[in-house]
C-alpha cells in the first residue's frame, strides 16, 4: 500500500460530510431548468457548419468576397476639402447570387441631417464652460457628409442607387453570380471636420500659432461593406462609436497634395524618388539598417522651416496596398519624421513616427520605440507581422487605427515639460494602436457588432505589450515605477465596475451600441477576463498556443465569438464554457470567501457521530471494524490528551495497519498529518472561478492551493476541503494576490482580519 491511501483513510470521515453537503437535489425536482453553470454553450453558440467548423477553424467551404479599388484622391489644403474618384472591383466569391452591393458611406454620420444627434439622450446643463455653451447652442452645424456626384459603370453609364443614412445601395444591373465580378466608379467630395472642435476619428488640426492644419484622413472613400455567411450583408448603419466591418482588397492610391506636405499612408511608396528630397532619400536607406534609433527624415528645423512656406505646386504620392481592409493617410507642411527598422521574423519592417513639433520632445524619444517594441510583442503572441511598415502619428485627442498607420495623441506643455501621466498615456496609445494592426486589421472581427474581439483582444495584448516595453526600455519608466503602470488587465482594476449598478452594466456579448460604460465593457472587462485565463485559469502555455492557434487560424479572415471561444477550447483542452457564459454572457461578480474552518483531532475512541449512527441501525460499537474518529474542536468529546499530543500514529489500529501494509522502509517516508480541519468556502457572488487559497503555517511558511474551477459544479454556493497537514494552520487567506477581481474581501481571511487586507494592499500598490 502506498502513503497517499493511509491519508484517504485518515480523512474518510471528513469527506464524508463534504460529499452530503455537496449533493444538491434541486437538479432531481420535476421540470427543473438546467441552471448549471457548467452546463455547455449549446443554446448560444450557432450551430457548426461547412463554412465554421465545430473546432473553431475556417470549414472547408469558408469563403470571403474582395474588394479592390483605384482611386484618386486631392487634397485641397485652402479649403479643408477632399475630392475623389474610386472604381472599385468586386469579386463575389460567394456561393450566392447578388442583386444589389452595399457601400459604406460613413461620412455621412456627420451631415447636416444625420440623425446620429437625435439618438443621444440630452438637457440643459446648468453650468458650462463658454466653449461649451457655444458649440451646443451658437455654432452652425458643420456641412459634412459625402455628396456623391456620381454612381457609374465602366462604360460610364449610371448606376442606379439609393442612400439610406451612412449606407447606399447599388443595384446591379445583372445579377453578379458567384465567382463573377463587377467594376464600378463613384466620385465624390467632401469637407473635413475639424476634429479638434467637432470630434471624429479622422480630420484635421488647426495650428492658429502658424495657419497650418495636420490631416489625419480616414472612412474618406466609399467603402464596401461585408457580405459572409453569417449575416449576409452587414449593412447596420453608423452611428458614430460602433466601428467598422470591411472586406480585404488591394488599394492603388494616389493622393495629390501642396507640394511642401509630407505624407503617409497604408501601402507602399511607388514613387518614393519623386516626392523625396536626396537628403531624405539618404537618411531613408540608413534607416533600413538602423536597429535601435530612429533615423530623423525630416528634422524639427526642416518642419518648422517648412510651416512658413505655402507652395502652390502639387504633389502625388502613390501608394499600392495588398490584402488590407482599409486605407488611411496623414498629411502636413508642419511633420517631423522618423524611422527605424525592427527585425520581426526574417524580415525587417519599419517602425516609422510622424508629429509636428507641439509633440517634442516626448514623441522624438519615444513614439517609434514604442512602435517596434509593439510589433515585437503581438508578433510573438500572434504572427509575425505581415507588413512592411507600421506609422504612429501624433493628433491631439485621438486614438485611432487603420491598416499600416494609426493616431495617437500625448502632447507636452508648450515648454516642453511633460507629466507622468501624460508620457504614459501616449506609450499607452501608440502600444494599443499599432496593436490593432492585429485586431482587427489583420484577424478580421466584426467591429459593428462585436466591439469586444478588437478592443478588449487588442487591450489585453497591450498590457501584455506594456509590461514588455517597460522591461525592454526601463529608461521610459519613472523612478517610482518597477514596471510599466498599466490601466487595464490587472484583475483588480476592473473591481469598480463589476461590483457597481447592475442597471448601468452590460453583458460582453453585446453590441457595442447599446452598452452602458463603453470602455469599460469593451475593453476593461474582456481585457481583464483574458488576463485572468491566461494567468490564472489555463497558465500561459495552454493560453498563449490556443490563442497564437486562434491568430493564425483568422489572419485575413472574418472571424466570429464562437470561433474565437471554441478555438481556444480545441487548442488546449480545456473546458471553458463556464467561463465564457459567467465572463461575457452575464453581468456576474466574484466574490469568494472562507465561510467557516472547523479543527478537528483524532481519536482511538468512538465519537458522537458515529454512536449515533449505530444507535440508528442498531449496532453493537464493539463489533465495528477498528476506526480512526475525528473529534471536532470545542466539542464536549475533546479531552486535553487529544489537544495535547494525541497523534495519528498514537491510534493502536493504525500501527497495526501500518505494520502490516507497509514495510519497513516505506514506513520511513510516511509523512503522517498532525492536524486536521475543515474549510468551508462560500461564494456570495455569481461567477464561477477558481479556489485560490493561501494557507500560513505556525512555523512562518505558507502554501497556495489552486482548486480549479470545477469544484463547484455541485454546489454552486459552498464547498468543502479536508485539510491534513503536518504543520498547524495560523490563517487562511483567499486570492491572495488579487487575481480574480474579487469584488470583496472582506470575508477573504481566516480569522477575519479588521486591518487592510493583503487585497487592498496590492490595490494601493498598483494605484501607485
Known amino acids: 500500500m502506498k502513503p497517499f491511501k493511509f491519508l484517504c483513510l485518515l480523512i474518510f470521515s471528513i469527506s464524508v460530510s463534504s460529499f452530503a453537503q455537496n449533493d444538491t437535489k434541486q437538479d432531481r425536482k420535476p421540470g427543473h431548468v438546467n441552471t448549471n453553470k457548467f452546463r455547455q454553450l449549446y443554446n448560444e453558440f450557432a450551430t457548426p457548419n461547412m463554412y465554421r467548423a465545430a473546432s473553431g477553424a475556417p470549414g472547408h467551404a469558408y469563403y470571403q468576397q474582395q474588394a479592390d479599388y483605384k482611386m484618386n484622391i486631392e487634397l485641397d489644403d485652402e479649403k479643408a476639402r477632399i475630392h475623389g474618384d474610386e472604381v472599385i472591383t468586386y469579386t463575389n466569391n460567394s456561393p450566392d447570387v447578388l442583386t444589389y452591393l452595399w457601400v459604406q458611406l460613413d461620412q455621412n454620420q456627420r451631415a447636416k441631417d444625420s440623425k446620429s444627434p437625435l439618438i443621444e439622450s440630452s438637457g440643459v446643463a446648468k453650468a458650462a464652460t463658454t466653449e461649451q455653451f457655444a458649440s451646443a447652442y451658437l455654432n452652425d452645424p458643420f456641412e459634412?457628409?459625402?455628396?456623391?456626384?456620381?454612381?457609374?459603370?465602366?462604360?460610364?453609364?449610371?448606376?442606379?442607387?439609393?442612400?439610406?443614412?451612412?449606407?447606399?445601395?447599388?443595384?446591379?444591373?445583372?445579377?453578379?453570380?458567384?465567382?463573377?465580378?463587377?467594376?464600378?466608379?463613384?466620385?465624390?467630395?467632401?469637407n473635413i471636420n475639424d476634429h479638434i472642435k467637432d470630434g471624429g476619428?479622422?480630420?484635421?488640426?488647426?495650428?492658429?500659432?502658424?495657419?497650418?492644419?495636420?490631416?489625419?484622413?480616414?472612412?474618406?472613400?466609399?467603402?464596401?461593406?461585408?457580405?459572409?455567411?453569417?449575416?449576409?450583408?452587414?449593412?447596420?448603419?453608423?452611428?458614430?462609436?460602433?466601428?467598422?466591418?470591411?472586406?480585404?482588397?488591394?488599394?492603388?492610391?494616389?493622393?495629390?497634395?501642396?507640394?511642401?506636405?509630407?505624407?503617409?499612408?497604408?501601402?507602399?511608396?511607388?514613387?518614393?524618388?519623386?516626392?523625396?528630397?536626396?537628403?531624405?532619400?539618404?537618411?531613408?536607406?540608413?534607416?533600413?539598417?538602423?536597429?535601435?534609433?530612429?533615423?530623423m527624415i525630416v528634422t524639427q528645423a526642416e518642419a518648422e522651416k517648412a510651416e512658413k512656406s505655402r507652395s502652390k505646386a502639387k504633389k502625388t504620392w502613390k501608394l499600392y496596398a495588398e490584402n488590407v481592409r482599409d486605407f488611411g493617410f496623414a498629411s502636413s507642411r508642419k511633420y517631423i519624421w522618423d524611422m527605424m527598422a525592427v527585425k520581426i521574423g526574417d524580415k525587417d519592417v519599419m517602425a516609422v513616427s510622424l508629429y509636428p513639433k507641439e509633440g517634442n520632445p516626448l514623441w522624438e524619444e519615444w513614439s517609434t520605440k514604442a512602435v517596434a517594441s509593439t510589433l515585437k510583442s503581438y508578433s510573438r503572441m500572434t504572427f509575425d507581422y505581415p507588413y512592411h511598415k507600421a506609422i504612429s502619428v501624433h493628433a491631439d485627442r485621438q486614438g485611432m487605427e487603420y491598416p499600416m498607420i494609426c493616431w495617437n495623441y500625448g502632447r507636452p506643455e508648450k515648454d516642453g515639460t511633460y507629466s507622468d501621466r501624460v508620457k504614459y498615456g501616449m506609450m499607452g496609445v501608440i502600444i494599443h494602436e499599432v496593436g490593432h494592426n492585429f485586431f482587427p486589421m489583420i484577424v478580421n472581427s466584426d467591429e459593428r457588432q462585436w466591439t469586444w474581439m478588437d478592443e478588449g483582444l487588442n487591450t489585453f495584448l497591450q498590457?501584455?505589450?506594456?509590461?514588455?516595453?517597460?522591461?525592454?526600455?526601463?529608461?521610459?519608466?519613472?523612478?517610482?515605477?518597477?514596471?510599466?503602470?498599466?490601466?487595464?488587465?490587472?484583475?483588480?482594476?476592473?473591481?469598480?465596475?463589476?461590483?457597481?449598478?447592475?442597471?448601468?452594466?452590460a453583458p460582453i456579448m453585446s453590441k457595442g451600441l447599446n452598452t452602458y460604460q463603453f470602455g469599460n465593457n469593451a475593453y476593461g472587462k474582456p481585457a481583464t477576463a483574458l488576463n485572468i485565463l491566461r494567468e490564472t485559469v489555463m497558465g500561459r502555455e495552454l493560453f498563449d498556443y490556443a490563442f497564437k492557434?486562434?491568430?493564425?487560424?483568422?489572419?485575413?479572415?472574418?472571424?466570429?465569438?464562437?470561433?474565437?471561444?471554441?478555438?481556444?477550447?480545441?487548442?488546449?483542452?480545456?473546458?471553458?464554457?463556464?467561463?465564457?457564459?459567467?465572463?461575457?454572457?452575464?453581468?456576474?461578480?466574484?466574490?469568494?470567501?472562507?465561510?467557516?474552518?472547523?479543527?478537528?483531532?483524532?481519536?482511538?475512541?468512538?465519537?458522537?457521530?458515529?454512536?449515533?449512527?449505530?444507535?440508528?441501525?442498531?449496532?453493537?460499537?464493539?463489533?465495528?471494524?477498528?476506526?480512526?474518529?475525528?473529534?471536532?474542536?470545542?466539542?464536549?468529546?475533546?479531552?486535553?490528551?487529544?489537544?495535547?499530543?494525541?497523534?495519528?500514529?498514537?491510534?493502536?489500529?493504525?500501527?497495526?495497519?501500518?505494520?502490516?501494509?507497509?514495510?519497513?522502509?516505506?514506513?520511513?517516508?510516511?509523512?503522517?498529518?498532525?492536524?486536521?480541519?475543515?474549510?468551508?468556502?462560500?461564494?456570495?457572488?455569481?461567477?464561477?472561478?477558481?479556489?485560490?487559497?493561501?494557507?500560513?503555517?505556525?512555523?512562518?511558511?505558507?502554501?497556495?492551493?489552486?482548486?480549479?474551477?470545477?469544484?463547484?459544479?455541485?454546489?454552486?454556493?459552498?464547498?468543502?476541503?479536508?485539510?491534513?497537514?503536518?504543520?498547524?494552520?495560523?490563517?487562511?487567506?483567499?486570492?491572495?494576490?488579487?487575481?480574480?477581481?474579487?469584488?470583496?474581501?472582506?470575508?477573504?481571511?481566516?480569522?477575519?482580519?479588521?486591518?487592510?487586507?493583503?487585497?487592498?494592499n496590492f490595490k494601493n500598490r498598483v494605484q501607485e
Open 144 to 190: 459634412g457628409g459625402f455628396n456623391i456626384l456620381e454612381v457609374k459603370d465602366t462604360n460610364g453609364k449610371p448606376l442606379q442607387h439609393t442612400i439610406n443614412q451612412t449606407m447606399m445601395r447599388v443595384e446591379l444591373p445583372q445579377p453578379l453570380k458567384s465567382g463573377e465580378k463587377f467594376s464600378f466608379g463613384i466620385k465624390w467630395w467632401y
Open 201 to 295: 476619428r479622422s480630420g484635421y488640426e488647426f495650428f492658429p500659432e502658424d495657419g497650418n492644419r495636420a490631416y489625419v484622413i480616414a472612412q474618406f472613400y466609399p467603402r464596401m461593406a461585408v457580405y459572409n455567411d453569417v449575416e449576409g450583408w452587414q449593412n447596420s448603419q453608423f452611428w458614430g462609436r460602433d466601428e467598422f466591418a470591411l472586406p480585404f482588397g488591394n488599394f492603388e492610391v494616389n493622393i495629390t497634395v501642396p507640394a511642401d506636405h509630407i505624407l503617409d499612408a497604408t501601402g507602399k511608396l511607388m514613387n518614393r524618388k519623386e516626392v523625396f528630397s536626396k537628403t531624405m532619400l539618404e537618411r531613408y536607406e540608413k534607416a533600413k539598417k538602423s536597429y535601435d534609433k530612429p533615423v
Open 463 to 505: 498590457y501584455v505589450a506594456e509590461q514588455d516595453f517597460g522591461e525592454w526600455y526601463p529608461a521610459a519608466l519613472s523612478p517610482e515605477h518597477k514596471t510599466f503602470p498599466s490601466r487595464r488587465g490587472p484583475a483588480v482594476n476592473i473591481i469598480p465596475y463589476m461590483e457597481g449598478n447592475q442597471d448601468f452594466i
Open 549 to 760: 492557434e486562434y491568430a493564425r487560424r483568422w489572419m485575413f479572415k472574418h472571424p466570429t465569438p464562437e470561433d474565437f471561444f471554441r478555438t481556444m477550447e480545441d487548442a488546449s483542452a480545456v473546458d471553458l464554457d463556464w467561463f465564457w457564459r459567467g465572463w461575457f454572457y452575464t453581468t456576474d461578480w466574484v466574490d469568494i470567501g472562507v465561510k467557516e474552518v472547523t479543527k478537528f483531532y483524532v481519536s482511538s475512541e468512538p465519537n458522537q457521530y458515529i454512536k449515533d449512527v449505530a444507535a440508528r441501525r442498531n449496532l453493537d460499537l464493539n463489533k465495528l471494524e477498528p476506526m480512526v474518529y475525528m473529534v471536532e474542536d470545542g466539542s464536549d468529546e475533546l479531552t486535553d490528551a487529544m489537544k495535547n499530543g494525541i497523534q495519528a500514529e498514537d491510534i493502536p489500529s493504525l500501527k497495526e495497519y501500518l505494520m502490516d501494509n507497509f514495510t519497513e522502509e516505506e514506513r520511513k517516508n510516511i509523512k503522517t498529518p498532525k492536524y486536521f480541519y475543515n474549510v468551508t468556502f462560500e461564494k456570495p457572488g455569481g461567477l464561477v472561478m477558481p479556489i485560490i487559497v493561501q494557507y500560513n503555517y505556525a512555523d512562518g511558511t505558507s502554501k497556495t492551493e489552486k482548486y480549479p474551477a470545477e469544484i463547484w459544479r455541485l454546489n454552486d454556493k459552498q464547498v468543502s476541503k479536508a485539510i491534513a497537514s503536518q504543520k498547524e494552520i495560523t490563517s487562511i487567506v483567499v486570492d491572495p494576490n488579487a487575481e480574480t477581481a474579487d469584488i470583496d474581501t472582506s470575508n477573504n481571511s481566516w480569522p477575519r482580519k479588521e486591518e487592510t487586507s493583503q487585497f487592498d
